[in-house]
């Protein structure tokens, strides 16, 4: 006899495996598999980020980088050159600085919408970008090289260590599971049922009494520092930034995580960043001239999978049960 | 005599060369219903969003409750009690009819900004929607995905969600059209209901229900107001009969 399990319980076996096998990842061996994993969790946190402003708030940023640049510019330019700085200070200027820039780019951004949004985003993310790129502050095109990888002492403790590749899994992965409760609170939270309005009917919101203004620029701030956050932690992770983090392309792609994955689903945001770093491995494996290959992907998913990724297992069952 | 909750003086709205609403002065007082009549294009909706809101008047004022609200912006209109309905459908298709209402109501707490509990436990709120669920006739529908509701039954959500912000003025941008006799019957009621302790503007072409309910009625032509009265003064008024009725009344 089958078995019947409700949909929650499916989703938590799934979630509880997949959890699992991260859990155990890092012990299966090599360090190279170890090190891209560690990537597509940073890469999981900033499509997250961008998924409360796309999947849940209706606002489709093309300047999201900027904030992942900003929190990773943050760690490098706090480094010093000749010791190392101290993780618990750097991680929440990087979030803090990089809110904060969300907060003063969106009192001007999400006043408007559609077409008008994803400009004003993007422009706003090439003055950041150029900001890095041609002052003094960013040190210029080449960016930043730190000389030592941030320490985790807190009061003459310190727990794990950042020069560690495992370790580094081990906190990024620490991280992306708190950033994934964080955002499944918000979401079940009157101020996120609130973004989900917002996303289906502005209008409506709007006439009932919301301040629709106030609610976008919280998520955009929101969205902003955790964006910050997967910044800080790639910077962390590869010990030097340059403003090709802020550049339009990182913006895009991250877009097109949350299209592969499926937007206004955290799993698809997550599972949309696996996605995307997998098919840039295979591919770029077969040829140079990958991102013809992921383009063309891409536009066969938008056609045969609207909802991306994280609406296969739904789509599955339908054909099957009919 | 008080000032009536919600009175406008002098308004009016243009947009180009086209006075829609011209010079318009009505007050709505608490325990009255006052429909407004027109041919389409007589300024009706252009009013409502004028009160509502949702335009900006050109000139002219609005007030409420003494103080003047002719610039305050339509999030706010809502939340000091002025609530409106929408003539097209304007509901989140894809949400439960319980939820378009819980969400309504979850706009009157203050705490909107809490964002660590789970907005489904607040009782008063989910008391609020599931009361607006029960007034409107759609107690059975709350679990259904609103755009699976019927088109009757979604105008009925429209209502319901405006009631669940719990307003003390309600502006109905034509309530009952495209729903069936035993919805308008139950739709009529329900109007009588509410305005007992409510201030009602009713925008309507359905001329049975409008003189079975109103105690007062403004007819508008051309963004002007034509005329303004009681049932039986509108029936009478020739001005009335020539430019709109028609004599059919």
Redesign the interface.
Known sequence: MMQTWSRPVKTRIVLVAVLALLAFFPFAGATFYTELVTKVMILAIFALSLDLLVGYTGLVSFGHAAYYGIGAYVLGLLTPKYEAANLWLTLPAAIALAGLAAFAVGIFVVRVKGIYFIMVTLAFAQMFYFLFHDTRLGRGSDGISMNFKPVATIGGVTPFDLGNATHVYFFVFAVLVLVFLFLR??L???????LQ?IR??E??????????YRYKL?SFTIAGALAGLAGYLSALQFGFVNPELLSWHQSGNVLLMLILGGQGSLYGAAVGAFAFVALEEVYSSITTHWQLLLGATIIALVIFLPGGLASVAGRFKRELIG | MTEPILVTQGLCRRFGGLMAVNDVAIGLDTGMLHAVLGPNGAGKTTLINLL?G?LPASSGSIRYKGEDITRL????R??IGIG?S?QKT??????TAF?NC???A????P??????????A?PPVREAAQHALVATGLATRGDRVASTLSHGEQRQLEIA?VLA?APEVLLLDEPLAGMGAEEVARMVELLKKITRDHALLLVEHDMDAVFAVADRITVMVNGQVLESGTPDEIRASPAVRQAYLGGAI
């Open positions: 609170t918000l079940r939270s009157p101020f996120g049922r609130a309005g289906s009917n209008h409506r919101m709007r006439s009932l009494g919301f301040p629709v919280a | 509502s949702e912006p339509p999030d706010r809502s939340r409106r929408f304007n509901i989140f298709p894809a949400f939820e819980r969400l309504a979850q706009s009157r707490i705490r909107a900004l809490h964002v660590v509990s789970d907005a489904t607040f969600m912000t």
